[in-house]
């Protein structure tokens, strides 16, 4: 060793006092808000939801402040499927739920959390909804967060103003928009240069207001590459009432629904420009940036004549998950029921605009919702049939084409030849 | 260092013609980014498309299912046909508009080198954005100002009618290819001496006439060149299609470049990569016949 510093190191300055006690000072203060040291176990958190992120980064740090054996890092930016493949997936994920999920749950990437009491409080009436999308045999391999359900948003004031009640069948449908049409007021607001747009409305709503959704997916893929004009169910038989439906409404939007886009419909509707939009809560946020005063309602798009055919189109918008992977599932499952306690689960779906999924669940608290309130109690709801179809099918761009006025028989048709072809070769 | 010493000019070896085995040296690091970066993937990417793998995950080997899907695939043909008409009607445009404006370009006019930057702008501006920008011309100034007019064919955008929406996209792709295009046929007709036009005109022909016996014969080479470059260029034609139609209305603007990336974000990896391997087997024919071509004209 070098004989100065050692000589240096031996004799304890007023200086190197006071910086040595300053540090362990310094340390003490950081320890009561970031432990460091050892009994602390480092998570990630993936949450991918753009709009949530800075919600769930508040809920960290409130997390962090009830105890100090977790750490959580929340993630947004990782690639997903790589992850899972270099076998370093997130501890926790709290995702949408829908076709991106399938081949994680299905090659049972993700770990059982059926014996965790946050399980077991999850309404029963949701359950179907995950096992529809992607199930693991005997396994509760993701907990439900967040359902959000769409309708029809419709603008009370005019509806005040015509006289219109809400309707419940096809033909009060159709007579509410001739009332608006003789006004010169667009009952609707189509927006078909945005795909999805129309898949999840006017695509969505009209066949989910008709079929079975469960049955007519679970049929169909048990007839796999035989779908086809001669199958037991098919796209171009079982979805052709429901895209003449689609062709009908279409009659009763503006006229330049084919070049504007979802921005354009936000703008238009919140302008009391249509008397109904066919678009999910997550306009909400948006039609206020520019009508805060907005009167706004929900209700089931009728596309029969029997009130009781009335559901409401859900989706499980967020999940949470922990893969088998992960080597710190007990420091996950921790954040994980951090997370579900009611007071924070419930505050969750309640600033977002969504439904909650537990069976204590409080009601919707945005007014905006409330219509959608009596048939999430009854669970007449059903997921997309956009969502169902694998992504490899373009069927958003199907629907557009329906919308912009192609006949259906052939675009249905296609579907079903795409459908059969995936089923060849996967 | 001691070999390169002793090979110094006048030994057996230069004479002989041998190069340097130092010289391959340099080659290396250009070949080992080469194998890795594109080599390697596109081998992965053949062996893939003769499986089920979606990217990632466990897989099984499927022979030629998919590309016996491929063929049946009435989307997938619709690619194809789209965008080999749009790349021949797109290179048609672009090399008939460009060579007038280069003819004009290059005639004896006023603030010729300030017209030459103008038309040259488009080039510096991404295909994203040019997309963009067009995007809400074609769907709102444009029917606004048919309506104005009176105009009913425009008043409704063109982007939204599946018959047409192609017209936009090759006009908004041309927009961006004649500049590169102007500066290839301005380059090849100030490489046409004087003395040629000069006695042409003593020979009392026309300046039509010598636009069709002197300026287009000597400038062919150049022609071809921008013919098969941009042909090939428009074969893969991708960000402008994203920015003004998405591949719409329906699937009828979606090039062979889109449905290929498709296959990354839905699963459809392996489906994909068969076709990413028949459009390598195109771009390899039309390589070759480029390289025939130019070598041919370079000699001469």
Redesign the interface.
């Known amino acids: 060793m070098h004989p100065q510093r050692s000589s240096t190191a031996a004799h304890l300055s007023r200086r190197s006092f006071l910086v040595g006690a300053g540090a362990i000072g310094a340390g003490l203060a950081l320890a009561g808000c970031a432990p460091q040291g050892a009994g602390v176990t480092e998570i990630s958190f993936y949450i991918s939801k753009p709009e949530v992120i800075g919600y769930f980064d508040t809920l960290i740090a409130k997390f962090h402040k009830t105890q100090s054996t977790v750490r959580v890092i929340r993630d947004s930016t990782s690639n997903l499927?790589?992850d899972?493949?270099r076998n370093s997936p997130p501890d926790l994920g709290c995702l949408n739920y829908n076709?991106?999920m399938v081949?994680f749950v299905e090659?049972g990437a993700l770990s059982d959390l059926s014996d965790m009491p946050e399980a077991g409080r999850i309404n029963p009436d949701i359950t179907p909804l995950v096992k529809a999308t992607a199930d693991y045999p005997g396994r509760t391999s993701v907990i439900p967060y967040s359902l959000t359900a769409a309708s029809v948003l419709y603008n009370k004031d005019l509806f005040a103003k015509y006289g219109v009640a809400i309707p419940t069948t096809w033909d009060e449908l159709a007579a509410a928009a001739a009332t608006f049409m003789a006004a010169g007021i667009s009952p609707f607001f189509n927006t078909?240069?945005d795909?999805w747009t129309v898949a999840q409305g006017l695509f969505d709503y009209t066949v989910g207001g008709m079929i079975d959704i469960p049955s007519f997916f679970a049929k169909l893929r048990s007839e796999g590459t035989s779908v086809g004009s001669s199958s037991r169910v098919s796209f171009q038989k079982d979805f052709e009432a429901a895209m003449a439906r689609v062709s009908q409404l279409t009659s009763y939007a503006n006229k330049?629904a084919?070049?504007?886009g979802y921005g354009d419909g936000n703008l238009a509707f919140a302008q009391g420009k249509s008397a109904m939009y066919l678009q999910g809560p997550w306009a909400l946020g948006e039609l206020a940036k520019t009508n805060k005063a907005l009167n706004i309602g929900t209700f089931p798009l009728p596309v029969t004549n029997d009130p009781a055919d009335l559901k409401v189109r859900v989706n499980v918008d967020l999940a949470l998950w922990i893969p088998e992977a992960s080597t710190k599932k007990a420091a996950a499952r921790s954040f994980l029921s951090y997370l579900m306690r009611p007071e924070i689960h419930n505050a969750y779906n309640a600033d977002n605009n969504a439904f909650g999924t537990t069976k204590d669940a409080p009601p919707a608290a945005n007014p905006a919702l409330a219509g959608m309130q009596k048939y999430y109690d009854d669970a007449a709801f059903y997921l997309g049939a956009s969502q169902l179809i694998?992504?490899?099918i373009?069927v958003a761009?199907?629907a557009?084409?329906i919308a912009?006025g192609?006949r259906p028989g052939p675009?249905l048709e296609?579907l079903d030849?795409?459908w059969s072809?995936?089923a060849?070769?996967? | 260092m001691a070999v390169v010493t002793n090979a110094l000019p006048g030994g057996k070896a230069r004479v002989r013609g041998r190069v340097d085995k130092t010289y391959y040296a340099f080659l290396v690091p250009g070949l080992v980014l080469f194998t890795l970066a594109i080599t390697l993937p596109a081998l992965m990417g053949i062996f893939y498309s003769f499986t089920?793998s979606?990217?990632?995950?466990?897989f099984s080997f499927?022979g030629v299912?998919?590309y016996?899907?491929l063929f049946?695939?009435?989307?997938i043909r619709g690619a194809y046909g789209f965008t080999i008409g749009f790349a021949l009607v797109t290179v048609a445009v672009v090399n008939f508009v460009a060579f007038l404006l280069a003819i004009g370009l290059t005639a004896r006019i006023r603030a010729k080198v300030a017209l030459r930057a103008v038309f040259v702008l488009p080039m510096v501006v991404s295909g994203i954005v040019i997309a963009y920008v067009f995007n809400f011309l074609?769907?709102?100034s444009l029917?606004a100002a048919a309506g104005a007019l009176g105009f009913a064919p425009l008043e409704?955008?063109l982007?939204?009618?599946?018959d047409l929406a192609w017209v936009a996209i090759v006009i908004v792709t041309a927009w961006q290819a004649i500049p590169s295009t102007i500066l290839i046929y301005i380059a090849g007709i100030l490489a046409i001496p004087a003395d040629v036009y000069e006695a042409a005109a003593l020979d009392g022909a026309s300046a039509s006439r010598q636009l069709r016996s002197i300026t287009v014969p000597l400038t062919a080479g150049y022609i071809l060149i921008n013919v098969i470059i941009g042909f090939k260029n428009f074969l893969n034609s991708y960000d402008i299609i994203v920015g003004l139609t998405?591949?719409?209305?329906?699937?009828s603007t979606?090039s062979i470049a889109m449905s290929i990336f498709?296959?990354f974000?839905?699963?459809?990896y392996?489906?994909q990569m068969a076709n990413a391997t028949i459009f390598f087997l195109i771009a390899l024919v039309i390589a070759f016949l480029q390289l025939r071509v130019t070598r041919g004209k370079a000699s001469a």
Do not use: E
């Open positions: 499927s790589a899972f493949v076709f991106s081949q090659r078909y240069k795909t330049d084919a070049s504007r694998p992504s490899a373009p761009n199907y557009q084409s912009l192609a675009v296609q030849g795409d072809r995936l060849l070769r996967s | 089920n979606v990217g990632y995950g466990q499927s299912i998919n016996i899907a049946s695939d009435p989307t074609f769907s709102n029917p409704q955008s982007l939204a009618n599946p998405n591949g719409g209305p329906g699937t979606t498709q296959g974000t839905n699963g459809d392996s489906y």
